[in-house]
């Protein structure tokens, strides 16, 4: 929902840093995986329970992810780099909420799996949508230099990682935050479901 917002605000400052990665040989599917390492490292720091450690590593993690696209934007957009990016991305989102249910399993377990089963709805519903969009060459209004139909809804990038960050910052509260990100999660998957099937319908 905000993602259409807030991409044109950060996407100067990240091209131009974008840019000296270029210069300096990076790749971005380095970006990606780099990313995704530093990402991970907060399940382990969850799970001791260093919050602010593991909110810097969520926070890396998810610059990582907006620059890999600008690097391959300049390098050029590729399948592959599209495919794995979308992939750790959900492993990642997933790997945070297993870090609060180890970080605190009898308050937070129940509400950790709420939130990877509804992970599993908005994550379904994007990529099936995303290869039928492929088949029938359907393009993304709000997304065109994305290498995938991006399917938006209220729950987006934005709004999990505001998630992620109240997450840490109110850890005592994982329980009603993660419920009610899971609740948003559910009408997200809801209304990608009849739009997706109105619009395959349709063609």
């Not at 790749?27 to 810097?56: H, K, S």
């Amino acid at each position: 929902m905000l993602d259409t917002r807030l991409i044109p605000l950060i996407r100067p400052p990240l091209n131009r840093l974008a840019q000296t990665l270029n210069r300096r040989g990076i790749r971005a599917d380095q970006v990606t995986v780099v990313g995704f390492i530093i990402g991970m490292l907060a399940v382990p720091l969850l799970w001791m329970e260093w919050y602010t450690a593991a909110l810097i590593a969520i926070a890396l993690n998810r610059l990582g992810d907006g620059l890999d696209g600008a690097v391959a934007r300049i390098q050029g957009l590729s399948d592959a780099g599209g495919f794995l990016d979308i992939v750790l991305d959900f492993i990642f989102y997933n790997a945070i909420a297993f870090g609060f249910l180890l970080a605190n399993p009898e308050q937070n377990a129940l509400w950790a799996g709420l939130l990877m089963f509804s992970f599993a709805g908005t994550g379904t519903t994007f990529l099936a949508f995303a290869i039928m969009a492929n088949k029938h060459q359907l393009d993304s209004p709000n997304y065109p230099q994305k290498s995938l139909y991006y399917m938006g809804g209220l729950t987006e990038g934005t709004e999990t990682i505001i998630a992620f960050v109240l997450f840490c910052l109110f850890p005592q509260h994982f329980p009603w935050l993660a419920g009610i990100f899971a609740l948003m999660c559910w009408i997200t998957t809801s209304a990608r479901i009849r739009a997706g099937y109105t619009t395959l319908r349709g063609l």
